[in-house]
């Protein structure tokens, strides 16, 4: 009987071998839903809402149910639990009713964080707190634009996720399939 080798025998085109149809079918999968979401972008934002929707649901009512069922929280952490579970659910339904929305809310979302981010990146710069400054206040710049952008645009800039997401999901899958080693190329 001989022993699987270990990790640090394994090299990359081993695996790579090992777990060929696995590597393939993924690259396939991802080529698809590529394609999909360029040729109906519509279709695969409302699907992106939805599975938004029903995770939130999902994290609420998981949330709940730790609340009510766990023994070893105080009861302050167990009502905050159960309040973030109902406002988490309540969420999941919106999203599930309207999708659209949803979509806003979380284009606002990403457009605050950016903002939040550029103002953080502009202070460390101005206050020298990074090297180099000038970059870390380009920086925050930038990300200052892109956040009042999306947070005044939400359904464009959730399109251009979709179609930059997309373009992305296509390139890495065929790039997967086409750098992947030959059947028997590796020794064994």
Not at 32 to 46: D, E, K, M, S
Request: with cysteine.
């Amino acid at each position: 009987m001989t022993t699987p080798p270990t990790a640090p025998g394994l090299l990359p085109g081993r695996i790579l071998n090992l777990h060929r149809g696995e590597v393939v079918a993924i690259a396939v999968v991802g080529l698809v839903l590529g394609v999909i979401a360029l040729v109906w972008p519509g279709a695969t934002l409302v699907t992106i809402a939805v599975v938004f929707g029903l995770y939130l649901l999902m994290s609420g009512l998981f949330r709940i149910s730790v609340a009510i069922f766990s023994s070893t929280s105080g009861p302050f952490w167990r009502v905050l639990g159960a309040v973030l579970g109902v406002l988490l659910v309540g969420a999941g339904v919106y999203c599930l009713v309207n999708p659209g929305a949803s979509l806003a809310v979380l284009a606002w979302v990403i457009g605050f964080g950016w903002i939040a981010e550029g103002v953080i990146d502009v202070m460390a710069g101005v206050q020298g707190l990074v090297s180099p400054t000038w970059l870390a206040i380009v920086s925050g710049v930038v990300s200052i634009v892109a956040g009042v952008v999306t947070f005044t645009l939400p359904a464009l800039a959730i399109q251009s996720f979709l179609i930059f997401g997309a373009i992305l999901l296509i390139v890495v899958s065929v790039t997967t399939l086409l750098t992947l080693p030959r059947k028997h190329s590796v020794a064994s």
